[in-house]
């Protein structure tokens, strides 16, 4: 497969299909007002060293009831929005992979069709992937654990060291690998009307009969990925000598945020995109989707 072409044709339907972004905004902005909220709390867990310059919240003020329901309604609408965008998106890839015209009325009925059929198939797949890391931490540390009770302090310290090294691999592995089954999955649901589970099982054979592609272009996307957030990072920090003048920090603020926003929405339809048309090259060569 030539994955170079995968992501020049997504490159080239972001641009082209701008509506694309509107959709995925949202989702964006969402994430973004949740790194300001939680700045206002505590700065280091702020991703914008910009976002420094924020006085921060009191912490008496910060266990108001007001201010608690107003950060759970952030995180709350952060899920809501992605899975609504999502579908939205990947519905508009399909009309545009179809020769037909993207329509910001299409992406809502996208949206709305397709959102509760996202959110069902990320319960039936996290909810055992959280069960099966509760079950490997258990596995692996309570050797630990036992040996520490017994004084065998050497012995516990080894035990846990390895513990924490097969713990994070295992759990990074599977967690890959559901990220990727729950991406090929959705693209089933919403492109190919398959059933929720139905769609699952399809994705994972998916998966496993193209298990080296499909790893080597989730490494490209991460990459990626990490580049861009690398560079949003240092655009970010570059512009921390603007805010040494207060009335330049006032005008910029609400700009710089917008157009972080902006960058990061135009990014996440480029993802979506380049995964939905990685689908769809898998999904020609058939395979699995023969009946």
């Known amino acids: 497969m030539d994955y170079w072409v995968v992501l020049k044709e997504a490159a080239q339907i972001v641009w082209r299909w701008k509506i694309l972004w509107a959709f995925a905004l949202f989702p964006s902005f969402f994430a973004q007002l949740a790194s300001i ?119 516990s310290n080894i035990l846990m060291i390895l513990g924490v090294a097969i713990f994070f691999l295992v759990s990074l592995l599977a967690f890959v690998f559901f990220n990727i089954l729950f991406t090929f999955a959705s693209r089933l649901v919403i492109l190919e009307r398959e059933k929720i589970l139905a769609s699952i099982k399809k994705a994972y054979l998916l998966i496993r009969k193209n298990l080296w592609k499909t790893g080597f272009f989730w490494l490209l996307i991460t990459g990626i990925s990490l580049l861009f957030f690398l560079f949003l990072y240092l655009f970010s920090s570059s512009l921390l000598f603007l805010f040494k003048w207060r009335i330049v920090y006032l005008i910029f603020t609400v700009l710089i945020l917008f157009t972080i926003i902006l960058l990061h929405g135009v990014f996440k339809s480029f993802e979506l995109t380049s995964w939905t048309l990685f689908f769809s090259k898998l999904k020609e060569k058939g395979g699995i989707f023969s009946r």
Do not use: H, M
Request: proline share 6%.
């Open 37 to 155: 909220f939680y700045q206002l709390i505590e700065p280091s867990l702020s991703f914008y060293p910009f976002l420094s310059q924020f006085k921060t919240v009191p912490l008496s003020f910060s266990k108001e009831p007001l201010f608690l329901i107003a950060g759970g309604l952030i995180l709350i609408f952060i899920p809501i929005t992605s899975f609504f965008c999502t579908s939205s998106i990947i519905g508009l890839i399909g009309d545009v992979k179809k020769k037909k015209f993207a329509k910001f009325a299409s992406g809502l009925n996208y949206g709305f069709n397709f959102f509760f059929s996202l959110l069902t198939i990320s319960l039936l797949l996290w909810s055992p992937f959280i069960a099966f890391l509760l079950f490997l931490a258990g596995l692996l540390f309570l050797p630990s654990l036992f040996a520490f009770a017994f004084r065998k302090f050497t012995l």
